[in-house]
């Protein structure tokens, strides 16, 4: 049996602390069996959007 969770963190700039979405999927038995995905506001500048296509017009209402 292999369970795990596979874990995704997006950024807005550089800075680590620029978090502007989240992914998770959980496996079990080694399928993928349950999915997580938020959009956050950093409040930070946004230079990384060619990289993940995500912009501060696409985390404007998030928390």
Known sequence: MMNFVVIDVETANPDYASIC??????????????????????????????????SADDVVLPP
């Open 21 to 54: 979405s989240i992914g998770a999927v959980r496996y079990r038995d080694g399928l993928p069996s349950d999915e997580f995905y938020t959009l956050a506001n950093p409040q930070s500048p946004f230079w990384n959007t060619f990289i993940h296509g995500i």
